[in-house]
């Protein structure tokens, strides 16, 4: 049976006890797969060959694994508010800085390499990634944000804004990211849809019930444009049983 249990130190359980990554991140799957690609995707028509200034935000332990999907040079830049997760990010670097990496970073490192059409090895390409990771900070993303104005020219956002606890939480990080953005700027969101939770270690933690036409009103009152926005379906339950049933991706440009 599915607990109830949704306070923030239930959620840091799942985080420091390494559950989260183990039942979404131990296998590509298609879902990571498609959101690696539309990482790249939006990524590249900023520039196809990096030198990307980078913020994801509300990175969790997963700023390496959607890195993975940046073309190129770039200097990247991440927050979250679980100190935990931040600490996960800086070990697991470290790790793949010294070769070490767990199957699941690899296959998506392998994947990333294949859509790039590049010639290395997961284990080299990681390290690289790794290296241009600038800097980790511990940070609320439903308050104002710790960097200047037109700073970034790409902002990500994965699996995070719908874990927030209300709308008017949701609508200020859509208004920070877009005040932290350059002009022709890109913000890429994605998000677990049509879903009033998610699952991780037979815990249920709620979400906000996220459709297309209402976040396409949100980011446009943010000062956000749509560019693309597709919704693909979560249906990776050979391995993982996640709780929501499509996940939305979306990218909007200033």
């Known amino acids: 049976m599915v607990s109830d249990r949704a306070s923030l130190g239930a959620t840091e359980d799942v985080f420091l006890s390494g559950a989260y990554l183990q039942e979404y991140y131990s296998s590509l799957g298609h879902e990571n797969a498609e959101v690696g690609e539309f990482l790249l995707e939006a990524a590249k028509a900023l520039s196809p060959s990096g030198g990307l200034k980078v913020l994801d935000a509300g990175c969790g332990p997963t700023i390496l694994y959607w890195s993975a999907f940046l073309p190129g040079e770039n200097e990247v830049h991440g927050f979250d508010i679980n100190p935990v997760n931040i600490s996960e990010n800086k070990r697991r670097m470290a790790e793949v800085q010294c070769g070490v990496a767990d199957e699941g970073l690899l296959e998506a490192a392998e994947h990333a390499i294949r859509c790039m059409g590049t010639r290395t090895s997961a284990r080299f390409h990681l390290a690289d990634r790794a290296r241009q990771v600038a800097s980790l900070r511990v940070a609320d993303v439903t308050r104002t944000w710790p960097f200047e104005n037109g700073q970034f020219d790409f902002v990500f956002s994965c699996f995070a804004l719908e874990q927030l606890p209300d709308w008017k939480s949701f609508d200020t990080a859509l208004s920070e990211s877009a005040r932290v953005l350059r002009p022709g700027g890109c913000f890429a ?55 929501y049933n499509k996940v939305l991706l979306t990218s909007a440009a200033k």
Do not use: Y
């Open 189 to 243: 969101l994605v998000n677990g849809s049509q879903g009033t939770h998610w699952l991780c270690d037979k815990q249920r933690f709620a979400t906000l019930f996220v459709v297309p036409g209402d976040l396409r009103a949100r980011l446009e009152r943010a000062g956000l444009r749509v560019q693309t926005m597709r919704e693909i379906d979560s249906n990776d339950t050979d391995w993982r049983e996640q709780g």
